[in-house]
């Protein structure tokens, strides 16, 4: 008899388990506090108790972790110096969607070599996440791979369903059970209505296959999260403006959800160009101080220095602090728009008292 199984599985490797890892890096008392009182603070700004600006910064995606904290430790003091009017999250993204191939991210190819050491990638990016908590930093990741939350995800005050797969299914029953609040970006090719229709998905309760701590799978239930809301990146063309929030906002209005909108400044927003992230991020802050309430949120690709470069295959002549992905706005950048945002907003806040 042909066998009709796994025809083109070239083989299986054994995983550790979530529960193996996490013995072997706890959770730390430090790091859990920080993740507790980011994840609420960011369900408070969400609930509009706390009116400070949320600020998600970071690298586009992590390949080289002692940039990472490099970065972390900059951003951590930085985060101090504006904490009376913003929340400082830190991007970091381990992992990559792609339209055909490329790069999936440090989790599947820690090596930068094709050999898709996937263990070796969960462990150091639980570290990595580890060591920037304990900054007393929370952090943002992207959720992919429906089996990778079970490892980190109790180390993220903020996730985000990219605009790739804010239509699927997979990715709208998991968000349903995450333990933070989950941003859904909109298409891209700018419909707004996927992003809507997941954050509908994801408030009601949903039962699907996945794996528990054990990596034993089985039938997970959850009970539905109600911290959902539209991260908007553009399209066909940016929607930042003022018209195309309000459009959002009723729409979102229409379909009785929360009026929660962070935008994010890369992507389709700068046409992936790093020049143009200032802009839209100044642009969404004037509309922020006329008086929109809609917009509760900024997200930035920062990284040490501006721009990106393309990897060879060698890692060690890549530039240090410089992405492989998309292009990310320099250090300096990020401060003067951070500072600037923080001057401009104490001053409302003052006229206001």
């Given at each position: 008899?042909?066998?009709?199984?796994?025809?083109?599985?070239?083989?299986?490797?054994?995983?550790?388990?979530?529960?193996?890892?996490?013995?072997?890096?706890?959770?730390?008392?430090?790091?859990?506090?920080?993740?507790?009182?980011?994840?609420?603070?960011?369900?408070?700004?969400?609930?509009?108790?706390?009116?400070?600006?949320?600020?998600?910064?970071?690298?586009?995606?992590?390949?080289?972790?002692?940039?990472?904290?490099?970065?972390?430790?900059?951003?951590?003091?930085?985060?101090?110096?504006?904490?009376?009017?913003?929340?400082?999250?830190?991007?970091?993204?381990?992992?990559?969607?792609?339209?055909?191939?490329?790069?999936?991210?440090?989790?599947?190819?820690?090596?930068?070599?094709?050999?898709?050491?996937?263990?070796?990638?969960?462990?150091?990016?639980?570290?990595?996440?580890?060591?920037?908590?304990?900054?007393?930093?929370?952090?943002?990741?992207?959720?992919?791979?429906?089996?990778?939350?079970?490892?980190?995800?109790?180390?993220?005050?903020?996730?985000?369903?990219?605009?790739?797969?804010?239509?699927?299914?997979?990715?709208?029953?998991?968000?349903?059970?995450?333990?933070?609040?989950?941003?859904?970006?909109?298409?891209?090719?700018?419909?707004?209505?996927?992003?809507?229709?997941?954050?509908?998905?994801?408030?009601?309760?949903?039962?699907?296959?996945?794996?528990?701590?054990?990596?034993?799978?089985?039938?997970?239930?959850?009970?539905?999260?109600?911290?959902?809301?539209?991260?908007?990146?553009?399209?066909?063309?940016?929607?930042?403006?003022?018209?195309?929030?309000?459009?959002?906002?009723?729409?979102?209005?229409?379909?009785?959800?929360?009026?929660?909108?962070?935008?994010?400044?890369s992507h389709a927003n700068c046409h992936k160009k790093h020049q143009g992230q200032g802009n839209?991020f100044k642009n969404v802050l004037e509309q922020i101080l006329q008086g929109n309430e809609a917009?509760?949120?900024?997200?930035?690709?920062?990284?040490?220095?501006?721009?990106?470069?393309?990897?060879?295959?060698?890692?060690?002549?890549?530039?240090?602090?410089?992405?492989?992905?998309?292009?990310?706005?320099?250090?300096?950048?990020?401060?003067?728009?951070?500072?600037?945002?923080?001057?401009?907003?104490?001053?409302?806040?003052?006229?206001?008292?």
């Amino acid at each position: 008899m042909h066998a009709t199984d796994d025809i083109r599985i070239q083989g299986y490797t054994a995983m550790q388990t979530p529960r193996q890892l996490k013995h072997e890096l706890p959770l730390s008392a430090g790091a859990g506090e920080c993740v507790r009182t980011g994840r609420k603070t960011i369900q408070d700004i969400l609930d509009k108790k706390d009116r400070r600006l949320l600020v998600i910064s970071g690298p586009c995606s992590i390949h080289d972790e002692e940039a990472a904290l490099e970065y972390a430790h900059r951003l951590a003091r930085l985060s101090r110096e504006v904490d009376r009017t913003m929340v400082v999250v830190m991007r970091v993204y381990f992992e990559k969607p792609r339209t055909t191939v490329g790069w999936k991210g440090l989790i599947n190819d820690p090596n930068l070599d094709d050999t898709c050491d996937i263990q070796t990638g969960l462990y150091r990016a639980r570290r990595l996440l580890l060591q920037i908590n304990e900054l007393g930093l929370p952090v943002a990741t992207e959720m992919l791979d429906p089996i990778t939350p079970q490892y980190v995800a109790d180390l993220v005050s903020w996730s985000a369903i990219g605009a790739r797969t804010t239509e699927s299914q997979t990715h709208r029953q998991m968000a349903s059970g995450l333990s933070m609040p989950v941003g859904f970006k909109n298409s891209t090719d700018g419909n707004l209505g996927t992003a809507v229709n997941a954050m509908q998905a994801a408030r009601a309760p949903q039962t699907f296959l996945g794996i528990d701590q054990d990596g034993q799978t089985c039938v997970v239930k959850t009970g539905g999260n109600t911290y959902g809301h539209v991260v908007l990146r553009g399209g066909e063309k940016p929607n930042y403006d003022p018209i195309s929030i309000e459009e959002t906002r009723l729409n979102l209005i229409k379909k009785g959800l929360p009026e929660a909108v962070i935008v994010d400044c890369s992507h389709a927003n700068c046409h992936k160009k790093h020049q143009g992230q200032g802009n839209v991020f100044k642009n969404v802050l004037e509309q922020i101080l006329q008086g929109n309430e809609a917009i509760l949120g900024l997200m930035l690709e920062s990284n040490l220095h501006e721009g990106s470069q393309k990897f060879s295959g060698d890692p060690s002549a890549l530039e240090y602090g410089v992405s492989i992905t998309d292009e990310c706005i320099s250090w300096e950048t990020t401060e003067e728009l951070l500072h600037h945002a923080h001057r401009r907003l104490s001053r409302v806040k003052l006229q206001a008292a």
